[in-house]
Every structure is written in C-alpha cells, then in structure tokens.
C-alpha cells in the first residue's frame, strides 16, 4: 500500500508545476520568444547571431531545471560557444549586410522557405500534441542508467540519423563559408614598379601616402596629416573614423588655440620665463 501511494505521489508530482517553475517558465519562455523573433526580424546578421545565442542560453537553463544537467552544460559548451562563433565567423568571413538580404540570387527560394517554414510548423505542432496525449516517463526513468548514458543511448540509437544529419550540415556550413570566401585570381598581381608607373600616368599621389599625424603636433591616428600646404590630407585617417566624424581639427585656428592654450598653460606653471630664456 506504501509502495501504490509513493508510486502516485510520483506520477502527480510529474505531472504537477510549482509556483516557482511556472514563473520560471513564463518569464524566461517569454525572453526566448522574444528573442527568436528578433533573430528573425533583426535587420543585421550580427544581432540576429547575438539574438539566437540568447535563446540558445535560455533553452540550457530550461535544460538544467528539468534536471538535464549534461544537456544544459552541452547547449552551452557547444552551441552557444562553438556553433553560435561558427556563425559569427561566417557572418564575418563573407561579410553579409543588410543590402544583401534585398537580393534574391537564387529563384524561388522565397516560397522553398515558406514550405519549410509550414513544415515545421507542422511538426511542432505534433510534437506538442504528442507530449498531450502521452504520459511523461518523469526524471527518474529518464535518468535511471545515469544522464550522460541515457543521452549517448538515445543518440546513437533512436536518434543516429538525426544526429548524422546535423553534422553534415555543420560541416556543409563551414565547407561553404569557405568557398563563398575564396577568390580565385585571374591575372598577374602588379609589381610596386608597375604601381608606381600607373599612378605617374594618372597623376593621383605620386608620393607615399602621409602617415597619420605627420607634420601635425601629435600622432595619433583620428588626427590626419598635414600635406607641405598646410592643409590636412583626408587619406591619412581611415574611412570608418571619416564616417563616424571622430577626425580632430588640425586647421590653423585649431593649432593656433593650442598654441595659445600651451603657453597660457606655460606660464601658470612658470615655465614661461625658462621657455623665453631659452629661446635667447
């Protein structure tokens, strides 16, 4: 009789949700969607990766709750390590924008992902149901020979295919991030001879480029260099610092300022007189 009513408190207990796990559960299931569909709706690559990875974290505290603790370690270890930075090396390889996504360079792929889309669906939905209808085995069958075995169990048993089927897919990815990358070269790279003749003919910067700073007061590289003129030469400081507007003014009412506030500084100091004294 002990035995009967130990064996129903388990199976209510299996079937039954705490407060803590419900709140648990809304909260953070929230998040998850939430981030799922920024994944998909974000217009840049690299935050719809960061989205995902995210989702990814959740879905191994959902593991580690349930008491799938190897599994939960594993989501982290492996896909939101190592598979999510496989993505953002891909994305970073191939250099995906959001200019690119406007682009359909294969035909009929649009209504191939609504197909894939709706089959999935499908099978989510049935997963779902069938979690309905049948009974739970609950955490202590599942992990009666140990969490680590019952996993590798189902793996190379039941799940050997789909488990064959994800890692080929993984390696197609890194396969193909490689060939997208690769450029094959079709003629001769030009010699630094050949380059300089060239830009004799086009007359465009016959001199090497001024470094970043130089004939400037200071070296660094949001200042550019000033050409024999006096003026600064917008090609000593890179493109992204130009975009963001990060160039510091090195004009003559600007270095004419800090002349001026040097020497205000210089003689608060006292270091007026000794810089006079020398200059006789």
């Given at each position: 009789?002990?035995?009967?009513?130990?064996?129903?408190?388990?199976?209510?207990?299996?079937y039954?949700?705490?407060?803590?796990?419900?709140?648990?559960?809304?909260?953070?299931?929230?998040?998850a969607?939430?981030?799922?569909?920024?994944?998909?709706?974000?217009?840049?690559?690299?935050?719809?990766?960061?989205?995902?990875?995210?989702?990814?974290i959740?879905?191994?505290?959902?593991?580690?709750?349930?008491?799938?603790?190897?599994?939960?370690?594993?989501?982290?270890?492996?896909?939101?390590?190592?598979?999510?930075?496989?993505?953002?090396?891909?994305?970073?390889?191939?250099?995906?924008?959001?200019?690119d996504?406007?682009?359909?360079?294969?035909?009929?792929?649009?209504?191939?992902?609504?197909?894939?889309?709706?089959?999935?669906?499908?099978?989510?939905?049935?997963?779902?149901?069938?979690?309905?209808?049948?009974?739970?085995?609950?955490?202590?069958q599942?992990?009666?020979?140990?969490?680590?075995?019952?996993?590798?169990?189902?793996?190379?048993?039941?799940?050997?295919?789909?488990?064959?089927?994800?890692?080929?897919?993984?390696?197609?990815?890194?396969?193909?991030?490689?060939?997208?990358?690769?450029?094959?070269?079709?003629?001769?790279?030009?010699?630094?001879?050949?380059?300089?003749e060239?830009?004799?003919?086009?007359?465009?910067?016959?001199?090497?480029?001024?470094?970043?700073g130089?004939?400037?007061?200071?070296?660094?590289?949001?200042?550019?260099?000033?050409?024999?003129?006096?003026?600064?030469?917008?090609?000593?400081v890179?493109?992204?610092?130009?975009?963001?507007?990060?160039?510091?003014?090195?004009?003559?009412?600007?270095?004419k300022?800090l002349?001026?506030?040097?020497?205000?500084?210089?003689?608060?100091?006292?270091?007026?007189?000794?810089?006079?004294?020398?200059?006789?």
């Open positions: 009789m002990t035995a009967q009513l130990a064996a129903h408190s388990t199976s209510l207990a299996a039954s949700t705490s407060t803590g796990e419900a709140f648990q559960f809304w909260v953070l299931g929230t998040v969607v939430i981030g799922a569909l920024c994944t998909v709706f974000m217009k840049k690559s690299v935050h719809s990766a960061l989205c995902l990875a995210g989702t990814m959740i879905l191994a505290v959902f593991y580690l709750a349930n008491g799938a603790y190897f599994l939960g370690i594993v989501q982290v270890v492996v896909y939101t390590g190592a598979i999510m930075m496989l993505f953002l090396f891909v994305v970073m390889l191939v250099g995906v924008t959001a200019a996504s406007l682009t359909e360079t294969i035909k009929g792929q649009r209504w191939l992902a609504l197909l894939c889309g709706l089959g999935f669906g499908i099978l989510l939905c049935a997963g779902i149901g069938n979690a309905s209808l049948n009974e739970f085995n609950g955490l202590a599942a992990n009666a020979g140990g969490n680590v075995e019952g996993l590798a169990t189902l793996i190379f048993t039941k799940y050997v295919f789909a488990f064959e089927i994800t890692g080929a897919l993984l390696i197609t990815a890194a396969v193909g991030a490689m060939v997208l990358t690769h450029r094959e070269r079709t003629e001769r790279a030009k010699t630094q001879r050949e380059m300089a060239e830009r004799v003919r086009k007359n465009v910067q016959l001199p090497p480029l001024p470094a970043p130089v004939y400037a007061r200071h070296n660094a590289v949001d200042i550019p260099g000033l050409l024999p003129d006096g003026t600064p030469s917008e090609l000593t890179i493109k992204t610092l130009r975009d963001r507007g990060q160039i510091r003014d090195v004009s003559d009412e600007a270095l300022d002349k001026a506030l040097e020497q205000r500084s210089g003689e608060r100091l006292g270091r007026g007189d000794r810089a006079e004294e020398a200059a006789k």
